[in-house]
């Protein structure tokens, strides 16, 4: 799905997915995405920032009551991206434009090859790390019982790390776990995704219980204590 404003733009990005063999459904106006995202349940969103009706912000915070597509965030600047991070709105990427639509249909073909199986064979079943329990198969985190919505992304993440909990995972190394080898970007995105995960999991950033920092070189998941 592309919700995108500029016709011109809108239909650039259509027709690059098309040609990958996609199905895509397009609409410029905020206040009709959500209802077209229930109508069409699609695995990637192209969502612009900026646009007539709901802002893209509020596109993704209600897509995410009832979704878990890919979302991929366009902003006409890039320091608009460290606002949207700090807004924790639940994107999986970002792009700034002017961008190329090469890229962007590339971007969205490496998340789509995100090796999920494999790490849902690998992970006994189910985890747990003090509270909170992770089930891979079902796709589902619980901290203390309770249900945790995680975006698609955050949930790789945490998978990834579960995988092997005493092993410290670079960045690096998650990036190809979870956006697989392909995948070209900001190192950065990481940090985001983690940092999204703690809020959610209630976890400190300094002191985590389930998902520690190791200063200058990566993640990898704690004991839950
Ligand atoms: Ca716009």
Same mark, same amino acid.
């Given at each position: 799905?592309?919700?995108?404003?500029?016709?011109?733009?809108?239909?650039?990005?259509?027709?690059?997915?098309?040609?990958?063999?996609?199905?895509? @459904?397009?609409?410029? /106006? =905020?206040? *009709? &995405?959500?209802?077209?995202? +229930?109508?069409?349940?699609?695995?990637?969103?192209?969502? !612009?920032?900026?646009?007539?009706?709901?802002?893209?912000?509020?596109?993704?915070?209600?897509?995410?009551?009832?979704?878990?597509?890919?979302?991929?965030?366009?902003?006409?600047?890039?320091?608009?991206?460290?606002?949207?991070?700090?807004?924790?709105?639940?994107?999986?990427?970002?792009?700034?434009?002017?961008?190329?639509?090469?890229?962007?249909?590339?971007?969205?073909?490496?998340?789509?090859?995100?090796?999920?199986?494999?790490?849902?064979?690998?992970?006994?079943?189910?985890?747990?790390?003090?509270?909170? @329990?992770?089930?891979? /198969? =079902?796709? *589902? &985190?619980?901290?203390?019982? +309770?249900?945790?919505?995680?975006?698609?992304?955050?949930? !790789?993440?945490?998978?990834?790390?579960?995988?092997?909990?005493?092993?410290?995972?670079?960045?690096?190394?998650?990036?190809?776990?979870?956006?697989?080898?392909?995948?070209?970007?900001?190192?950065?995105?990481?940090?985001?995704?983690?940092?999204?995960?703690?809020?959610?999991?209630?976890?400190?950033?300094?002191?985590?219980?389930?998902?520690?920092?190791?200063?200058?070189?990566?993640?990898?998941?704690?004991?839950?204590?």
């Amino acid at each position: 799905m592309v919700v995108e404003d500029e016709p011109s733009l809108a239909d650039l990005v259509g027709s690059y997915l098309e040609r990958d063999g996609f199905e895509v @459904a397009i609409t410029g /106006d =905020g206040a *009709e &995405a959500v209802p077209l995202a +229930r109508q069409v349940d699609p695995d990637v969103v192209v969502l !612009d920032l900026g646009l007539p009706g709901l802002d893209g912000v509020e596109v993704c915070r209600q897509l995410r009551t009832f979704s878990d597509a890919y979302v991929v965030m366009l902003t006409a600047r890039t320091e608009e991206i460290d606002t949207l991070i700090g807004l924790s709105v639940g994107a999986d990427d970002y792009m700034t434009k002017p961008f190329s639509p090469r890229e962007l249909t590339a971007r969205i073909q490496a998340m789509l090859r995100r090796p999920r199986t494999t790490i849902a064979a690998t992970v006994a079943q189910p985890h747990r790390f003090g509270d909170l @329990a992770l089930d891979v /198969d =079902g796709r *589902e &985190a619980t901290v203390a019982g +309770r249900p945790i919505a995680l975006t698609r992304t955050e949930f !790789d993440i945490l998978a990834a790390l579960a995988r092997d909990p005493g092993v410290v995972l670079t960045r690096t190394q998650l990036i190809e776990a979870v956006w697989g080898p392909s995948w070209v970007g900001d190192e950065h995105l990481v940090d985001v995704h983690i940092g999204h995960l703690r809020r959610k999991l209630g976890d400190d950033a300094t002191r985590g219980r389930y998902v520690r920092t190791i200063r200058g070189v990566g993640y990898r998941m704690g004991t839950g204590s």
